[in-house]
Every structure is written in structure tokens, then in C-alpha cells.
């Protein structure tokens, strides 16, 4: 049996028709409140931020962290990029160490060393040159053929083959290419060790002064580094966000023009709009939630969810007054049973969002909080502040002299768009369950076919494109995108400075280092390399303590006499006295390598193992975890690490948050929508019927992802809840005002007026917010581009499945509940005990919201689906019912209020 609700919507219909001008001013001045956080609103961008929580991403923070001189601050790095025919021509030489001077010489870049190719061949050419001045006078007096003979000398030497393109020719002593390291020491400063880069960095300044000093020396050296990184992904989100939004805007604008066609509706539905977006994003503000990516999306969510209220209630409102109602009267009627059907879409849309929260990845579970805030607020404006506004304008708007163009509503009995959503109404009167049983078919083939949707995640998912797309280079200021050069550069790194190495897994190991076996056993780990390790004579390729220990031995006749004495098997190995020979270490040149592997307490080691290109992430995660069991402690003390590791951490944390939110958003929906179908409508199976199309768009959504090969990702991991949250939406306004409609009419005239009724106004919604949220598809990051294709489609799949299949579920679901399909429910036998608001002797009875006796259209028609006619709930015997739970007093207490506010008036 239905519970009573409607006193709690007659007491909101009492103020937003009695107290229209408050209700207005109070929302006003709550976006002045919220208008306040907007300016407290930060941003965090990047990929660090979900990577935050994942053991492997700790782990490599703590390999930065703790490897390197606890005496000296942390020192980030810029890297200089030089380009030439011959970066290691007596000019080139020139060129890079000129740049080098003019970097230490400015104030403010806190330059605390340099080094490149030209030092390497300058020390080479001038032992006694150490600055950087002595250098280039020793580049200077050299001939051509003398720095040709120093490049052949290093062409063994890392410090000098490390830093120069592939190409790199000894015999002609050439390279294209060349990298020069600038090191600020910055007190305070950790040089990022996560998984990419994101957010603001204390290098971003530095490296923007770096590269103006730059400019003005060097045509051919370019600045890059974590600072310039994390400088673009911040600017991509403004850009992205000046170009997506004046183009959601032009297209929303365009369709409300068409769904309102009335200039103060427009004006009021768009005020309504940027309300909730201050209202979100003020929230964002106060609660100190950080701007990222994926709160790009949020705006575009809210836009889709606020166009379909404020359609609906001026459709609702118009189609009140197209029966005869006055202002006050056709408002009552329309808020009646919109708040019911707004509630049932914002409790499931909320559901849908909030699923996000079992996601392990905070980005995400910061977007579900706040989308679902933002629905929330939607539902607010919309509910309450929109009807509150329109009537207070429509009570004075003739004496304005503002032309009204049409106040019909749309899909209209006898228009073309109405006749035009009719086809699921026809399928229904046909063969409903056979077509049912197409859909099911159709739907698990769409779901199965899903399965094979893959997971990505990488730092270019953040980055813009390398190419700015040319029809965006001709938008004008402020629209034009900004100059990005990171995934240029990071391309041109990669071809230029990679062998077969694709790229690497770390180990950090926590464990007594000083202990006789510990180095033994790192040289053994690398016996028997996995497929995806890079081998080197039957060994993994990789750098550690042992390997600097080695290469240090092979040049320094003093440190092997060392190494020897305390190798007993004589396999080139310390295995005793371990603290004496990382003692004699750090006395050598080889410190500054040995302190990259060796923690200052000598209780942690970092092993770097070189992986192939071809690997994929999951066998490098594999391998690396493998690798990592052959040490002392296993799991718990040996970790496998690095971006690739970590990569592949959130990679499969994005498919259990997309699985898991999806599970739990079904789940919820359906428990939600069974409970208020029965608290509302008294059948509970309606919370069913209402979310088979749904389940319907799911699968083909998912199955739509495979076929444009669209991966799950940071952004798109969200889709499937997204569209359980807004795809509900048009099922929900089907599902409510059916029911309305069959209390009065046989099934099919029911059917026929909602899918004309409803329809129209979800065709309008529809249409606004599929080319709304459609122009993502301009974004610069390709991945918000996905979502945004991805979420059009979704609420283009659940409009046409709500007016396609829901009728046939419709259908059945009445013949299920034993109604005549001939005879309007409560006018025939149904029994008084099954919940469906008929009372025994035919009246209407709570929760059938009083719609037996509605008010009569000029045409012979009925009115539209609302509660009840201007407040007149009356029974066929002239008693009032308790559908509204109001005696008669009650209700005859509140015509004669509403008549006195229309007297005064």
C-alpha cells in the first residue's frame, strides 16, 4: 500500500506558488554564498593523483626519497635539449656551453650544477678547465680535428655516449642529438618519484624563466623537464575548458531556443543552469576538493541533468495551462508530479555517482562526490527555484514588453514530433514480448561482445595531442589553445635516445645490506631473465649497488684490490666485510652513482631492470613481481616498482572500479526505485520495469566501447554508472507519468499519451544535452574526448530504448498486474489490497494521487498527469479522499488562499 508523500509536496507547492518572490530571493542569495568558494577552488592534474594509494607507487617514492645524500637538498633537474646536424661540432660545443653560462648567471634559477657533452670534451681537450668560462676558452682554441679526436677518446665513456642520440657516429666523431642536465638546488624540494607527473611543481617557474634565458641564446636547445610537464597539464584543463564550454553553450542555447521558444523561459532555464554550476563549484571550493581532469565532466553532467528538469517543468507547467488552469493552479499541478518524478531521477542519478565511492582511486571517488552534490543542488534549483521564478514572472510578465512567441508544449496531440514517438506504442500493441525477447537477445550479445573491452592508463591519457588539431588554431583569443610541446618532445626522446629498451621495473628491496649474501643474492636474481627483461650474456640488463661495485672495480686498480679481498668464491662479488667495501665505495668517484642504489643506512637497495619495447605493461608487472619473490622476504620486503608497475596498478584498479561501481549502481537503483514505486504508486514492481531499459543501454554502451575501441580509462571507467545515473532519468518520467495517465485512461490511450506527452519534452532534453556533452569531443585531451562521445551516446541509447522498448515492458507489466487493459485502473475490479490506489468503492484512495475526477481539457481531453486539477482531489460521491492526506477543510482552506493571492493580484 502507498505511504502518504504528499503532504511534504504540498507544503513546497504552497511556497513556490504562495511565496514565490522569497523562495527566488533565498536561492539568489545562496549563490552569492556559493560564489564565495569559487575563488578558494585549486586545481591537481597529472597522473600522480591515482596513484596515490597504490603500494608500488609508496614504493617508488620511497626509492626517491631515500636514495641519495642525506646532507644535500634534493636537487630537480632541468634538461637541456640540443638539435643540429652535428650537436658535437666546434659551434654546436660552443652553443650548449654558452647556454649552460647563461642559466648559472641568472638570479632566481638556483642553478647548482651543469653538466652536458661539450663538458665532457672540453675537460677532455683542458683537464685543468672546471668552469664553465675555462671551457668554453677551451672549446675556443681547439681545431676541429682536435674535438673530433676527443669525441673518439669518450666514445667508450657513459658520461659522454649517455647523453647523445642513437645516431651517434664515432668515426665521424657526429650525433643529431644531445641532452645537457641543469641542477637547481631547491630547499624543501622532493623531485617527484611517482608515476608521472601532475598538479603544480616547484620547478614550473624556474623552467619557464629557464627557457625565456634559453630562447634568447640558443635557436636550436630546448628547456624540458617535471616543471614544464606539470605547467601543460594544468593549461591543458583551462584550454580544454575555454574551448569546450562556449561550444556546449552555442549548442544548448540553439536547442532551449527550440524547446522554450519563449525568450523569458530561455533566459530563466539558463540562469537555473549556471546556478548549479556555482553551486557544484563553490562546494568544490569550501570543501577543499581539488579541480582535476575529470572534474571537467562534471559541468557537462549537470548541464545534461539540469536541461531535462527545466524542460520538463515548463512542458509540464504549459500543458497545465493549455487545459484551462491558471497560473497558480497549472503550477500546483505541474510541481505535484514533477518533485515526485525529479526525486525518483535525483535518487538514482545520486546512486549512480556514489557508486564511484568504492572505487580505490580518489579521483574518481572525488568526482562521484561531487557530481552527486551537484545533482542534488540540480534537483534544488530546479524543483523549487525554477517553477518559484516562472510563476512570479508570469504574474507580471503582461505588463512587459517582451514578445512571447509560443507557449505550447512540445510533442502536442497531432504534431509531427509526436506522431514521430510513437513507434514503441505501436510495437507494444503488437507483439510486446516477442519484441522483449529480440531486446534481451540483442542486449546480452551487446554485453558479451563487451567483455572484450580493454584497460589503459598512461601519462599521455593527460597530456594534449602532439598536434593541435588545425581547426582549432584559427579560434581567436582567448580560445586559441596554447603551444604544447611534452608529448612532442617525449616522442622525439624516445626515438632519439631509446635502443631496445622500452623502458624498465625496479625492485626495492628492504633488507640488512651489509649482510655477507645480500649483494650474491642481487647478482643471482638476475640469472634466468623473464621474457620481458632485456638480456644482456644470458643476464637481465640492469643497473644496482653490484653493477656500480663492478664498473668501478674495472677502472680503479685501488677499489679491486679492495673488492677481491673480500670476494671469497672470486666471482667478482664482495660476499664479507660489506660495510668496508661501501666504505672504500664512497671514497671513489663512483659516490654519486652508488648513493642512486644504496640507502645512507645501508638498509634499502633499488635494482633497475631494462624491459623490452615490445613487453606489454601486464607482462613487465608480471615479470618484475616474479623477479621480485627470488629475494630475501619475498613480497613483503621486495617490491616491484616503477612507472610501467605502477601503470598497470591503476590500469586494473580503473576495470575493478568500472565493474565494481557498475554492480553497485544496478543493485541500488533497483532497491531504490522498488522502494518509491511503492512508497509512491503502491507497486513496487514498477522499481523493476523501470530499470530494464536501462540495463538495455548498458550493454549496448559497453558493447560501443569495443567497437570504437575505446578503452576503460581514468575518465571513461565511469560510464557505465554515468549511465545508469543519467540514463534512469527518461525511463523514470515514462514510468511516473504512465502511471498517472493509466488511472484515468484504458492501457493504450495511457501509453499513447505519455510517450507524446513525456516523449516530447525527453526528446528535447535529449537532443540539448547529447550535443552538450558531445563537444568534449573538442577537448585537447583525447580521453575527455571519449567520454564525452560515450556519454551523447549513452543518453541517446537510454531516450530511444525509454520510448522504444519501455512501452512493451509496460505492457506486460499491466497484464502481470491483472489490469483491463480496456477499463483505467480504480474504474474497474481491481482489489483494494494490491496498493494500486483504488479504494473499494471505486475512489481514490493515498497514493493514487487524486487523479479520478481530473479537470476536463476544452477539447473533451483530460488534463495532463498531475496530482491532482487546482487542488480539488474530489470522488465521484463529492467526499474528499486522503490522497494528499487533506480533510476536507483542509483542502477547501487552501482554493480559498490561492483565490484570495489571485483577488490581491
Not at 549556471?274 to 575529470?294: E, K
Not at 460521491?877 to 480533510?887: I, R
Amino acid at each position: 500500500m502507498a505511504l502518504d508523500h504528499q503532504r511534504a509536496i504540498d507544503w513546497v507547492d504552497e511556497r513556490i506558488v504562495e511565496k514565490s518572490g522569497r523562495v527566488a530571493v533565498l536561492f539568489l542569495v545562496l549563490t552569492l554564498v556559493f560564489t564565495a568558494g569559487l575563488g578558494n577552488v585549486s586545481t591537481e592534474a597529472g597522473t600522480e593523483q591515482f596513484a596515490e594509494d597504490i603500494p608500488a607507487n609508496q614504493a617508488l617514492e620511497d626509492v626517491n626519497r631515500e636514495f641519495g645524500a642525506s646532507f644535500e637538498s634534493d636537487p630537480g633537474s632541468t634538461q637541456l635539449i640540443q638539435r643540429s646536424q652535428n650537436v658535437l661540432s666546434k659551434p654546436s660545443l660552443l652553443e650548449m656551453l654558452r647556454t649552460q653560462e647563461a642559466l648559472e648567471e641568472k638570479q632566481g634559477l638556483r642553478v647548482s650544477s651543469t653538466s652536458s657533452a661539450a663538458t665532457v670534451v672540453a675537460g677532455t681537450l683542458d683537464p685543468e678547465a672546471t668552469t664553465l668560462e675555462t671551457q668554453i676558452t677551451a672549446i675556443e682554441r681547439a681545431t676541429p680535428s682536435e674535438i673530433r679526436a676527443a669525441v673518439r677518446e669518450n666514445a667508450g665513456n657513459p658520461a659522454l655516449t649517455g647523453t647523445l642520440s642513437n645516431d651517434f657516429n664515432r668515426r665521424s666523431a657526429s650525433a643529431s642529438a644531445t641532452i645537457g642536465v641543469v641542477q637547481h638546488d631547491i630547499p624543501g624540494y622532493e623531485s617527484s618519484g611517482s608515476a608521472g607527473q601532475g598538479g603544480t611543481s616547484p620547478l614550473t617557474p624556474i623552467q619557464q624563466q629557464a627557457q625565456r634565458v634559453v630562447a634568447a641564446t640558443s635557436d636550436d636547445i630546448t628547456v624540458f623537464g617535471s616543471g614544464v610537464t606539470a605547467d601543460e597539464f594544468g593549461s591543458v584543463i583551462t584550454d580544454s575548458l575555454l574551448i569546450v564550454t562556449p561550444a556546449a553553450v552555442v549548442f544548448i542555447v540553439f536547442f532551449l531556443v527550440v524547446a522554450y521558444r519563449d525568450l523569458l523561459d530561455l533566459l530563466l532555464g539558463m540562469l537555473s543552469l549556471l546556478m548549479a554550476i556555482i553551486w557544484t563549484f563553490g562546494f568544490l571550493g569550501l570543501a577543499g576538493i581539488p579541480f582535476s581532469q575529470m572534474m571537467i565532466a562534471v559541468p557537462p553532467l549537470l548541464l545534461a541533468v539540469g536541461i531535462d528538469f527545466g524542460i520538463h517543468a515548463i512542458n509540464r507547467y504549459r500543458e497545465d495551462k493549455a487545459d484551462g488552469n491558471d497560473i497558480d493552479g497549472a503550477m500546483r499541478l505541474a510541481t505535484d508530479q514533477l518533485l515526485v518524478a525529479f526525486f525518483i531521477v535525483t535518487g538514482t542519478t545520486v546512486i549512480g555517482f556514489l557508486s564511484n565511492l568504492v572505487s580505490d582511486l580518489a579521483p574518481i571517488r572525488d568526482f562521484g562526490i561531487v557530481a552527486a552534490v551537484g545533482i542534488i543542488f540540480t534537483f534544488l534549483i530546479f524543483g523549487i527555484f525554477l517553477p518559484a521564478a516562472k510563476v512570479w514572472i508570469d504574474r507580471r510578465r503582461d505588463g512587459w514588453p517582451i514578445p512571447t512567441f509560443s507557449e505550447s508544449p512540445l510533442g502536442a496531440e497531432g504534431s509531427r514530433l509526436g506522431e514521430a514517438l510513437r513507434g514503441g506504442v505501436v510495437v507494444a500493441g503488437k507483439a510486446p514480448a516477442v519484441f522483449l525477447v529480440l531486446v534481451v537477445l540483442l542486449s546480452a550479445g551487446a554485453g558479451a561482445y563487451a567483455t572484450g573491452v580493454d584497460t589503459s592508463f598512461s601519462q599521455e591519457d593527460f597530456l594534449p595531442p602532439e598536434e593541435t588539431p588545425a581547426y582549432l588554431d584559427v579560434l581567436p583569443e582567448p580560445f586559441a589553445p596554447s603551444e604544447y610541446s611534452v608529448v612532442a618532445t617525449l616522442n622525439f626522446l624516445e626515438d632519439k635516445f631509446e635502443t631496445t629498451q622500452g623502458g624498465s621495473a625496479t625492485i626495492y628491496w628492504q633488507t640488512n645490506m651489509e649482510r655477507n649474501t645480500a649483494l650474491e643474492e642481487i647478482h643471482r636474481a638476475g640469472d634466468d631473465p623473464p621474457n620481458s627483461f632485456v638480456q644482456s650474456g644470458g643476464r637481465a640488463d640492469s643497473q644496482s649497488i653490484v653493477t656500480v661495485i663492478q664498473s668501478q672495480a674495472a677502472r680503479d686498480p685501488e677499489f679491486r684490490a679492495v673488492v677481491d679481498r673480500n670476494d671469497a668464491d672470486g666471482n667478482g662479488i664482495p660476499d664479507r666485510n660489506l660495510g668496508d667495501v661501501y666504505a672504500a665505495l664512497m671514497d671513489t668517484p663512483a659516490r654519486s652513482q652508488a648513493v642512486d642504489y644504496l640507502s645512507d643506512d645501508r638498509r634499502s637497495t633499488r635494482i633497475t631492470y631494462s624491459t623490452k619495447a615490445t613487453a606489454s605493461q601486464n607482462a613487465v608487472t608480471q615479470d618484475a613481481r616474479t623477479v621480485a619473490e627470488k629475494f630475501r622476504g619475498g613480497e613483503d620486503a621486495a617490491i616491484a616498482t616503477g612507472n610501467t608497475v605502477v601503470f598497470k596498478a591503476v590500469s586494473d584498479l580503473i576495470l575493478q572500479s568500472a565493474i565494481a561501481s557498475l554492480l553497485y549502481a544496478l543493485g541500488a537503483t533497483v532497491a531504490f526505485l522498488v522502494f518509491v514505486y511503492w512508497v509512491v504508486e503502491g507497486y513496487p514492481s514498477l522499481g523493476v520495469a523501470n530499470t530494464v531499459p536501462i540495463a538495455v543501454a548498458v550493454a549496448l554502451i559497453a558493447g560501443t566501447m569495443r567497437l570504437l575501441g575505446i578503452s576503460f580509462n581514468a575518465f571513461t571507467a565511469t560510464i557505465l554508472a554515468i549511465t545508469i545515473g543519467l540514463g534512469i532519468d527518461y525511463s523514470v518520467h515514462v514510468v511516473h507519468r504512465f502511471v498517472d495517465e493509466r488511472r484515468e485512461y484504458p492501457l493504450f490511450t495511457a501509453l499513447d499519451r505519455t510517450v507524446r506527452g513525456t516523449g516530447g519534452a525527453l526528446a528535447g532534453s535529449m537532443l540539448t544535452t547529447t550535443f552538450g556533452i558531445g563537444v568534449l569531443v573538442l577537448s585537447l585531451l583525447q580521453v575527455l574526448g571519449q567520454f564525452g562521445v560515450l556519454t551523447a551516446l549513452s543518453i541517446a541509447y537510454s531516450f530511444f530504448v525509454s520510448l522504444l522498448v519501455l512501452p512493451s515492458v509496460l505492457v506486460l507489466w499491466d497484464r502481470y498486474q491483472g489490469h483491463d487493459p480496456a477499463v483505467p485502473i480504480g474504474h474497474g475490479t481491481t482489489s483494494p489490497d494490491r496498493g494500486d490506489g483504488v479504494a473499494a468503492d471505486g475512489g481514490v484512495v493515498s497514493g493514487a494521487n487524486d487523479t479520478s475526477s481530473r479537470a476536463k481539457r476544452s477539447d473533451g481531453g483530460f488534463a495532463s498527469d498531475a496530482s491532482k486539477p487546482t487542488s480539488q482531489s474530489e470522488r465521484r460521491d463529492g467526499e474528499f479522499v486522503s490522497g494528499a492526506n487533506d480533510t476536507t477543510s483542509q483542502l477547501e482552506t487552501k482554493q480559498t488562499k490561492a483565490h484570495a493571492t489571485r483577488e490581491e493580484r
